[in-house]
């Protein structure tokens, strides 16, 4: 860049200079050169204002939605809302257009997408236990919202850069660009281990401060292990999390080191409202290398064989920024590439990506918690 920047420099010393025609030729290439550094110069990291965050989250929702479906039971959405309500009221962003979706997989995952959209796979119901459980998952995701995680992480690794006078709103090109990164860095990379205990430690006081046991994300952790203890790679909430083990010590030392004593744990009003039954890992209906996602051949998912590293190889099964659209993409991760099908991330969908809409009244979710004994 610096040497660029002298180029720069010395096409304003010479234009003042009487010069021969194949030295013209020259200079224009030098010309050519200066503009791509002002170009390069004027390029600035994703800037993000709320209503802009709101219509990236529901462009990124819609891909979620569409690669995994979503259930339709109204029932089951509005508990969903219910609980994720509660902690988002609490929360410090309570004015957002908070969305709770429950995708049609087996697959153990959550997805949180900017602007209030919170995901929970089917089968993460299905593990969890009792209310105080839900909670922690909820409040995790919720906590990745508020502190903006997702934005953040797509300006720190520069994987979309806008011009000076170009605004995410106002550019379809820069939009769907911005759209792809962020599916890509919530669904396949997942954050980091900064990001990740931020949410932990914030979700564990947002669930204790409306009166669910802070414990339920630590139980529900812990099952999570369980079931996952016989892969020879991370799986779904294991593959973006930190180690697992240090995760679940760090949850514990924060109880105590915060002194977080809430109670409710409601595990008969979850069963009341949830009635999923866990499929076996094993047993996972996987999406088939070449389809799209919803349809196509599928598998069962088969324990990943040991095999030699290959120079270069990591990186290969990841979609990049940009990179087509949403079948595209679908194909990537279907395919497991280097690292192999993960079934948790890699589980087959249902075929209705629609939203279920439901109305929740502020008396409704004063009689929730009512009912619960919450704050």
């Known amino acids: ?77 509005r508990y969903l809302a219910m609980v994720g309500g509660v902690l988002a009221a609490a929360s410090t962003r309570p004015a957002l257009p908070w969305t709770f979706i429950v995708l049609d997989t087996d697959g153990v995952n959550a997805f949180a997408a900017p602007g209030g959209y919170v995901h929970v796979t089917r089968g993460a119901l299905a593990l969890i236990q009792d209310e105080s459980e839900l909670a922690g998952v909820l409040g995790h995701e919720i906590i990745h919202v508020t502190e903006k995680h997702t934005i953040r992480s797509i300006q720190k690794s520069k994987a979309v850069q806008m011009g000076a006078a170009e605004t995410l709103s106002g550019s379809s090109a820069l939009l769907e660009k911005a759209v792809t990164a962020t599916y890509d860095n919530i669904v396949d990379k997942g954050f980091g281990r900064e990001e990740e205990n931020e949410a932990d430690e914030k979700g564990l006081e947002l669930a204790n401060r409306v009166g669910y046991a802070p414990s339920g994300l630590g139980e529900f952790l812990t099952r999570l292990k369980d079931r996952n203890k016989d892969a020879t790679e991370k799986r779904g909430l294991f593959a973006s999390h930190p180690e697992m083990q240090s995760r679940l010590d760090n949850l514990k030392k924060e109880i105590a080191a915060k002194k977080l004593a809430s109670t409710a744990t409601l595990a008969d009003r979850y069963k009341k409202f949830i009635t999923y039954t866990p499929t076996p890992v094993t047993e996972i209906a996987t999406v088939a290398a070449g389809s799209a996602g919803l349809t196509g051949d599928t598998k069962k998912a088969e324990p990943k064989k040991e095999e030699p590293k290959k120079k270069g190889g990591f990186g290969l099964s990841r979609m990049l920024p940009g990179g087509g659209g949403e079948k595209q993409q679908a194909q990537v991760t279907g395919s497991g590439s280097a690292r192999g099908v993960d079934p948790e991330k890699d589980a087959k969908g249902g075929s209705n990506p629609n939203p279920v809409r439901v109305t929740i009244a502020a008396a409704d979710l004063a009689a929730f918690k009512k009912e619960g004994g919450l704050r």
Do not use: F, W
């Open 1 to 77: 860049m610096k040497r660029q920047s002298l180029v720069g420099c010395a096409v304003v010393a010479l234009l003042g200079l009487t010069i021969p025609a194949h030295a013209g030729r020259q200079l224009g290439q030098l010309g050519k050169i200066g503009g791509a550094v002002k170009k390069v110069n004027d390029l600035r990291e994703l800037q993000v204002t709320d209503q802009e965050e709101a219509q990236l989250g529901a462009a990124v929702s819609e891909r979620i939605r569409t690669r995994y479906g979503v259930v339709q039971d109204a029932a089951v959405h």
